[in-house]
């Protein structure tokens, strides 16, 4: 994967698109995966080539693998940056080995996991002859010794340090006996409960002071060999960091990023696929469809997420949505745009089965909340907007629109929208139309009518469902009012609960 | 060591949350008065008292053992204040040395824990004193395993351990640290260790012994002795927390012997203050949780005895096997009262206290709520009865089946067909559910429903009309009556010379 620095596409935030990305990036900055999540692809072939990498990496084994593996090496970077910064020699190589270690440890993990598991993706395949090689070579193998013995030498060091007044004095430790140990067996009589913590919060920073220094090196005096080991490791290996294993580290994290950010939503039982994705046929569909980013947002509180399924066969293009405020329209219409750019990215969808087309770009045409002052300027500058939007559009385009023109009277969105349809059923382009208009549903052939639903039990309630249907402004109830659940009935139930 | 006074098996939880509807039950119970007498304007014994009546024990064992030891606290009250005042002070303690305490430095933490340990010990002698001297006199079997177990902990050996420790805490010979090398090769893991015996003179020459390195920090250097000072604060800090710690636990054994004897002291003020008006007490008899029991003569409302100068005569009540008892009849007829006191004595059996009647007996329950009428925002109307149904409703989430409710004119702020039906809907779903209601109304629309339905299961009490000036009542059995004195009650206020405002 190549990644330039793309500046954000304007339709970002109104799909939601920003938010999303910014989610499924959080807290993986030092791999830079925003510029990845900006490129779209245009041919089915490239689309495949990443979904055989995620289906790889959906396997357990592989993911937990690919996890660790990224755990080790964010620790590895942190150590190797801690012994930069560091001046103090002795200092300076035990974060060295630290390093050293958790490089070593990483990379024979993901070796041994990935040999063991059934790849399909040439991406992923080539990958593994590679590491199989690096981790089989005589330098890879005198790391290893080299890490384990210095280190086990260093683990087995135990000195004593005796301070009266400013006289320091260090020795071997020789079993003297624990004092405190000997406090709390005395007291113990009295012991209940959790108690407050007495102990000195000291800071814990990673330079030695020099009396630390001082007292390092009477300890190296006192374990000559030991300390002479480990000079002579920072010298053999300082460059031990593999150029093709630091170049893996980053670019999977583009599918892990990914497949972490569904997964909980997964198990709250949204169904994701891999879409049949084509740069041509414009038939596409989609069943059990939602809006990722809402998702998101209401999974982790428990919140209901609505499907909606979608369809536009022989010469349909566009769907008008139309129906009750709050009823789900801008959800779906951010719910067709995110699916087709997450298809264009490669990714798994969120849908149980959707067939989807690349479309050379993406256009959407939002409200502005903000210019409320001037009705004429807001109008004015949403047809300014939409002109640029149509000059630049191709048939290939897909375009997605949310209450445009409504901040005018219904003569005039109508008068308008009908103009705009109009030149996107010429352009022959995707489109989605959320308006209040309900003529423009019926504006041609090119145009789907989807309506926002209502129970009929309860108008109040809004299922957010949106389905293909003519238009017909239903309209709702009053909210009903509130009971207290003290009817005989209800109490039964509450009691028995 | 555990004081175990309130419990046979556990610690008292004096800051334990009340029960959720505490505010509502201290209101309509006038638990103020109550625990106002038991607190004798102390602060603290207040709040053990409070939370004490709201203890809920609902097991007749755990009832019984409270009793006994107050039983105890009542024929030596003068032992029991003094051990009181003993908690008191070891409580106090650490306030004598607490000026002392530099945040986060070991050292003084130290310090300040062998200070603090010296008054510890002394108090504690004090204590094995009192057991020693007035233990056999003590029949319960709390106080009993209390003082027993302060003579064979606090033993002289004992005392002679801890002193030899805080002896040992000078270092005069320097302080021994252990340690190992940790991340980035800093020293880690340090313990405080105790210096090995001293060898012959031998050991002092070169080459013999121990290899040691030596090196010495230069008195101006004062960096360098400050980081010399910190590593002694890692050293020690083990130590000084173990030692902090202990302290802490003599410090809560102090602060839990208060707490628990600090209701007994409670109990003795309450004791002291009825007894002194001639009002009769007893030891309640309890039944186990979920039975139907429910017998008392001569129950009166404690709050209304401590407050009044006469005496107050009380109700006797043949309710075993009753789930509903409803109190209807003559304004200012004592209905209230009787039902206060139906729920005082309920909370204070529970508690283990004695009770303010001749004799009770009652199942234990699973909680005591009240739903009075509000006399506030009489205003909107239409806002009341939702404010009503809004408080019935958060009773019935926490109440359960065992439970005890007392309802004072509820549902009353709508019309009387209405306040009834959906009175009558509450009632019979909470009876079925096997929760006793105790139900004082006017609306006979709904009394005169649950009388006729009446299985067997339900006690219906009637306030009596009484001459002037009397303020003591009875309520004698006695089927609901359509009319209510209201109006007797307005021309005995406004005089009989003026038209009543209603009919």
Redesign the interface.
Known sequence: MQAGEPAEPSFFSDLNLDQLFSAITEGRDEYDLVPFFRIPLHSAAAVSYRHEVFRDLQAPAAAAAVTTFAEQMRTMRRYLA?ARK?RYR??K???FL?AAREYRESVSALAATLTGTGLQAPGLIAFREYLTGYTGSAAFAALTADIERVSSA??A??????????????????D?????A???A??A?????A????????R?W?E?????E???N??A??FPDVFGGLDEFAAKHAGFFDDTIHAFDREVQFYVAYLDFIAPLKSAGLEFCYPRVSAEDKEIAAEAAFDLALAHKLVPDGGAVVRNDFRLSGSERIFVVTGPNHGGKTTFARMAGQLHYLASLGCPVPAREARLFLPDQIFAHFEREEDLATLRGKLADELVRMKDVLDRATSDSLLVMNESFASTTLRDARFIGERVLDQMTALGLLGVYVTFVDELASRSGACVSMVGTVNPDNPAERTFQIVRKPADGLAYAVAIARK?????PQ??E???A | MKAFLMFPDRDFEPSRDLPPQEPELAADLELDTLLAAMAGGDEFLHAMARQGIHSGLTSPAEITYRQHVLADSVTWPGVVRGLYDLAVEGVGAQRQVFGFLFRDSPDSILWRSQELMRLYVELLRRLAGVAREHGPGFRSAGFTRFFTMLTDELSDDYFAEMEAHLADLRFRRGTLISARLGTGGKGTGYVLRRHPPRGGWRDRLPGHGRSAYTFTVAERDEAGLRKLSELTSRGVSETANALAQSCDHIQGFFAMLRAELGFYVGCLNLWDKITAKGQPVCYPVPSPLGGDRFAARGLYDVSLALTIDGKVTGNDVAADGKQLIMITGANQGGKSTFLRSMGQAQLMMQAGLFVAAESFEASTCSGVFTHYKREEDAAMEKGKLDEELERMSVITGQIAPGGLLLCNESFASTNEREGSEIARQIIRALTEAGIRVGYVTHLYDLAEGCYTQNTGKALFLRAQRLAAGQRTFRLPEGEPLPTSYGEDLYQQIFGPQHEPAHG
């Open positions: 801690q560091l002795y200092q190589e035990f974060w630290d260093l683990a060091v135990r000195y004593c340090v005796n301070i009266k007044g400013n006289r320091v004095t260090v020795t071997r430790y020789t003297e006996a624990d004092f405190s000997e406090v709390v005395t007291f009589k009295f012991a209940s409960g108690v407050k913590d007495y102990r000195g919060k000291f814990n990673p030695m002071d020099y009396v630390e001082r007292i390092t009477q300890v005096r006192l207290y659940g003290l009817t005989y109490l039964k509450r009691l028995a």
